[in-house]
């Protein structure tokens, strides 16, 4: 029977033949589109290679402005993961490790305490801010360099963090920020997650958060000027602050946790995960001394690998500190310049900022009224003064737990300066490193210079750092030499009278040191004549010398 043949509308017919020249139109589209961004769509999707052509007379020009490293988004990632674990491996800091607590042996069982161990920081505010969410854990990074890790006490963390309110960093305004620390307090932990901590070694996580656009609280039962969120709450944490007290102190919560670890667990090590320095002083001898101290930093996407192989020393921590660490940042002369200050007479620079900031007159920021005497600058200066007589009462052993540049290994290093001298416009300092001790390692050579001063004449620090190198990694019993270059402009201090920077004539100090404040070896430099330099770094002509 033969098929009737189909009835097609006219309305049916206009659909049916727009649908056509859409499906047409989309399919050209596409198929433009990726021929047009072919080598795009490869970058990201994998596929052909990128093709260059080039015009005639263009041949040489080198025209890949963008040199992929990887096929495809995977290998880069792979590759990244890779990097932020180096960066920790590389940058982490020994601050302290008595009897050689660490490295521990691999199969040791460990049991990850505070807040943080379960709810690390990872990242800062704003341009800091990393996804929680894809980052490596320090469970994970720590279990997979083989170590056990007790899931009673990690697990009652894991579901208790949340009820305890921790610091919120915010950009926009410092008034609406939280400053709570949120560790849970050892007392209320599960009497099984307790009893299970005896006889294990105990990892204490301590965290601070922060960000850009805020500094964190001088005082957390203050007023707003002092740091402290116009909406503070009192909760069971704050009843237990005590006058005064910053937010980079150890709290009662804190305390507490490490007495308890101390009673119980065969060895205590801290790790610091904040990208602040701490007052530590505390860990370092009396009632809360604890074996090691490791400084960790934001941990980002996959630190927490780099942190288990520290632990168990498939890699020697080299990293130094980039701060000085006070005993007590109250007694800091920067210490009352911070703070969320609010200026409401300001005009002409926030009036068109896009990042949230009012056109009122209203802002925040932070005069600095030191000069050039902050940091380390300031206390290995006042340690000269001191000794000369001229700064009573400033010890430097009682003011500084760790200096600036300090930073242990597994192993040992002995160091000898071999020659200073001026090539061309650099200094350059010879050195050679051996590692003395029987593992492998890699060490940070240090280089300071001290400027010739007259008492009352232009502000010098008395030491300044000119230049650092890293070693490769090695070998017990290997040698390495070693060069750091700095330019001799960089001796320069900067002179108000003269509007520029001076180098004056006469003898500069080059020096070898372990850290800010610990000589190995030191060499006179002569400088002749003054050379004054622009404010931009440009050679001006040479000035007279000052008579």
């Known amino acids: 029977m033969a098929r009737k043949p189909k009835t097609v509308t006219r309305r049916k017919f206009v659909a049916q033949t727009t649908g056509a020249v859409v499906s047409l139109g989309a399919a050209a589209a596409v198929n433009v589109a990726s021929n047009s961004y072919s080598s795009l769509l490869n970058h990201y999707l994998g596929g052909r290679p990128t093709t260059v052509i080039h015009a005639e007379g263009s041949e040489n020009w080198d025209s890949t402005y963008y040199k992929a490293a990887y096929r495809g988004r995977n290998q880069a990632k792979e590759a990244a993961t890779k990097i932020v674990a180096q960066v920790v491996e590389e940058g982490a800091v020994l601050l302290k490790n008595d009897n050689g607590a660490l490295p521990l042996a691999a199969g040791t069982t460990i049991s990850l305490l505070g807040r943080y161990a379960a709810d690390p920081v990872y990242g800062g505010a704003g341009s800091g801010t990393v996804d929680a969410s894809d980052c490596v854990n320090l469970y994970q990074g720590i279990a997979n360099a083989g170590l056990t890790i007790n899931d009673t006490a990690f697990k009652f963390i894991s579901s208790s963090y949340a009820s305890y309110p921790k610091a919120a960093i915010t950009m926009d305004d410092p008034s609406t920020a ?272 001290a400027a010739p001063y007259v008492k009352g004449g232009t502000a010098k620090s008395a030491v300044v750092l000119g230049g650092f190198a890293k070693t490769s990694e090695l070998a017990a019993g290997a040698s390495e030499a070693v060069e750091v270059t700095f330019p001799v402009r960089s001796m320069a201090s900067w002179d108000s009278d003269k509007s520029g920077f001076v180098l004056d004539s006469g003898d500069y100090e080059i020096s070898l040191r372990t850290d800010s404040h610990t000589v190995v070896d030191s060499k006179s430099l002569t400088i002749s004549g003054q050379t004054l330099y622009h404010r931009r770094g440009h050679r001006d002509h040479p000035l007279q010398p000052v008579r």
């Open 178 to 449: 939280a400053y709570y620390i949120g560790e849970i307090p050892w007392a209320d932990y599960s009497s099984d997650a307790q009893s299970s901590i005896a006889g294990t070694t105990a990892v204490i996580v301590l965290g601070r958060g922060g960000g850009e656009g805020g500094d964190l609280s001088r005082d957390l039962k203050g007023d707003v000027d002092s740091g402290v969120s116009s909406a503070f709450t009192e909760n069971s944490e704050t009843t237990n602050y005590v006058a005064g007290q910053h937010e980079l102190e150890l709290t009662a919560e804190e305390k507490g946790l490490i007495a308890a670890a101390k009673s119980a667990c065969s060895k205590v090590i801290v790790l610091i995960n904040a990208s602040t320095t701490m007052e530590l002083g505390p860990l370092m001898s009396g009632e809360y001394e604890v074996d090691a101290i490791l400084h960790i930093g934001s941990l980002g996407a996959a630190g927490s690998n780099g942190v288990g192989q520290l632990l168990v020393g498939a890699m020697s921590p080299s990293g130094k500190t980039t701060d000085i660490w006070a005993a007590d940042f109250t007694a800091d002369p920067t210490f009352d310049n911070f703070g969320g200050k609010q200026y409401t007479d300001v005009s002409g620079f926030y009036d068109s900022n896009p990042n949230g900031f009012k056109a009122d007159g209203t802002a925040y920021f932070v005069e600095y009224k030191e000069g050039i005497y902050y940091g380390y600058r300031y206390y290995e200066t006042a340690a000269v003064e001191a000794a000369a007589g001229d700064y009573p009462g400033f010890d430097y052993d009682s003011a500084v737990v760790f200096p600036f540049g300090y930073g242990l290994s597994y192993t040992t290093f002995a160091e000898t300066l071999d020659s200073v001298e001026v090539s061309g416009d650099d200094v350059k300092v010879s050195v050679t490193v051996t590692n003395s001790g029987s593992v492998a390692g890699k060490q940070v050579v240090e280089v300071y210079y």
